[in-house]
């Protein structure tokens, strides 16, 4: 009975040790914390602690604030010569296919004209020569419609207005007015003018 009072209060000892060494820890570690707080955080005055920056410290700051604010100036200058000079490039571009499709459009109808015209000519000239004045007169008008200008179908049409005056007795006057109006359009084809002037008033009296 003896041994075991002993062996229990040995045993109720150890727990009461153990115990105020847990108490003992859990103060320990909250009176690091304490201290931590206290020296980092608070003063003699009870504000927080900070260091102070030196002057020479601020000019470093400002100047890394104003060379980040150059480097952003002239990034934004460098993109907006970029946007620029890509809307410039754009812009030309446009235009010279807005030009190059007119060019061509043109071209494409002044193709069509001279086809046209000589379609006219030759099926003028077919009638002609089968001495029907009259389709040939409407075909070489067709072609002044297109070339008002062309002495070419002038002259043709001078031609037939001869012949349907001589075979016909018709277009005599036009014969006439037509000759007078070459005659002061076209000086340098004079010559050959007035050599079918001196033939329409020797044969046919215009």
């Given at each position: 009975?003896?041994?075991?009072?002993?062996?229990?209060?040995?045993?109720d000892s150890l727990r009461n040790n153990r115990k105020?060494?847990?108490?003992?820890?859990?103060?320990?570690?909250e009176r690091s914390f304490l201290n931590l707080k206290?020296?980092?955080?608070?003063?003699?005055?009870?504000?927080?602690?900070?260091?102070?920056?030196?002057?020479?410290?601020?000019?470093?700051?400002?100047?890394?604030?104003?060379?980040?604010?150059?480097?952003?100036?002239?990034?934004?200058?460098?993109?907006?010569?970029?946007?620029?000079?890509?809307?410039?490039?754009?812009?030309?571009?446009?235009?010279?296919?807005?030009?190059?499709?007119?060019?061509?459009?043109?071209?494409?109808?002044?193709?069509?004209?001279?086809?046209?015209?000589?379609?006219?000519?030759?099926?003028?000239?077919?009638?002609?020569?089968?001495?029907?004045?009259?389709?040939?007169?409407?075909?070489?008008?067709?072609?002044?419609?297109?070339?008002?200008?062309?002495?070419?179908?002038?002259?043709?049409?001078?031609?037939?207005?001869?012949?349907?005056?001589?075979?016909?007795?018709?277009?005599?006057?036009?014969?006439?007015?037509?000759?007078?109006?070459?005659?002061?359009?076209?000086?340098?084809?004079?010559?050959?003018?007035?050599?079918?002037?001196?033939?329409?008033?020797?044969?046919?009296?215009?």
């Open positions: 009975m003896g041994g075991e009072g002993s062996m229990k209060a040995m045993i105020l060494l847990r108490n003992k820890s859990r103060f320990t570690k206290e020296t980092y955080l608070k003063g003699a005055s009870g504000k927080p602690r900070f260091k102070p920056y030196s002057k020479e410290a601020i000019k470093k700051i400002k100047a890394g604030f104003q060379r980040k604010h150059k480097q952003e100036k002239v990034l934004f200058a460098f993109l907006g010569l970029l946007f620029f000079l890509l809307f410039i490039f754009l812009g030309t571009f446009l235009i010279k296919e807005v030009l190059q499709e007119q060019n061509d459009r043109k071209q494409l109808n002044i193709q069509k004209q001279e086809q046209a015209y000589l379609k006219h000519i030759a099926f003028g000239d077919r009638w002609f020569s089968e001495s029907n004045w009259h389709n040939a007169i409407y075909y070489y008008k067709k072609a002044l419609e297109l070339y008002p200008n062309d002495y070419d179908s002038s002259y043709r049409l001078l031609q037939a207005y001869g012949q349907n005056c001589e075979k016909a007795l018709e277009d005599c006057a036009n014969a006439k007015d037509l000759l007078d109006e070459l005659l002061m359009k076209f000086p340098d084809k004079k010559s050959e003018l007035i050599q079918l002037k001196e033939v329409l008033n020797y044969e046919y009296g215009i």
